[in-house]
């Protein structure tokens, strides 16, 4: 079965500065995906960045960039130039490709400071 | 395409009435999925169906019955509603189950409360 693990319920970071959210998870598969989700106040669920985990290759889209250490299982989310309109509700999340689910972590708030 | 709409936004519940949370998508997706969010904690998938007569369980089915007699529409249905399952329903939807990793389109939400 799969898990995924957010340590940190709340970050906070000064805008334009650049935040980490971290991410663990465990998986007995070796073809699998991971994913970022950003949940705004609205509660829309929006696809920040996905991986999948037969590329080395980290993923990037735009400010948004992880770090995934496959072998630590390790997928963390690195915001750049943090803006006011990133603060939301950020999951990670998993899914093994011979599956039919996601997988999410509890969730990690971002403030963005002004 | 309105993509993946969910009716209504907001439903408060007695306990022990019955209610059904509808879904629907335009995009002739196969895979439709449902799943709740509870606070301090990440959705959870309830039940899925990989097309239309499918339908399969996911982490925590209890108190919840599903049906998909067409592709469009995938109703979530409490029988007896308890207080346990005052949560935030989410719809979501993709191509096919193999396309979940790929691109996985959600509804707006549903917020329960049961009292």
């Known amino acids: 079965a799969q898990t995924v693990t957010q340590s940190q319920p709340e970050m906070s970071v000064q805008e334009a500065e650049t935040v980490t959210l971290s991410c663990t998870y465990d998986t007995s598969e070796s073809d699998y995906y991971l994913f970022w989700y950003k949940q705004p106040p609205s509660r829309q669920m929006i696809l920040v960045i996905r991986?999948?985990?037969?590329?080395?290759q980290n993923a990037t889209e735009n400010r948004f960039s992880v770090n995934f250490q496959k072998a630590a299982k390790s997928f963390s989310l690195k915001i750049s130039d943090s803006q006011l309109g990133d603060a939301a509700m950020y999951f990670c999340?998993?899914?093994?490709?011979?599956?039919?689910?996601?997988?999410f972590g509890e969730g990690t708030q971002l403030t963005v400071n002004p | 395409n309105a993509g993946v709409t969910q009716t209504p936004k907001f439903q408060v519940l007695k306990t022990g009435q019955s209610m059904t949370l509808q879904c629907a998508q335009d995009m002739n997706h196969e895979y439709m999925s449902w799943y709740r969010q509870d606070p301090g904690m990440g959705l959870r998938l309830i039940h899925y169906?990989?097309?239309?007569?499918?339908?399969d369980q996911g982490e925590v089915p209890n108190g919840y019955n599903v049906s998909r007699s067409t592709t469009e529409d995938f109703p979530l249905r409490l029988l007896s509603a308890a207080p346990s399952q005052t949560s935030v329903y989410f719809c979501a939807s993709s191509y096919s189950r193999r396309e979940i990793g790929h691109e996985q389109y959600f509804g707006p939400g549903t917020r329960l409360t049961v009292t």
């Open positions: 999340a998993s899914l093994e490709t011979s599956g039919s689910r996601l997988t």
């Open positions: 991986q999948e985990a037969y590329k080395q």
């Open positions: 169906s990989v097309g239309a007569g499918i339908t």
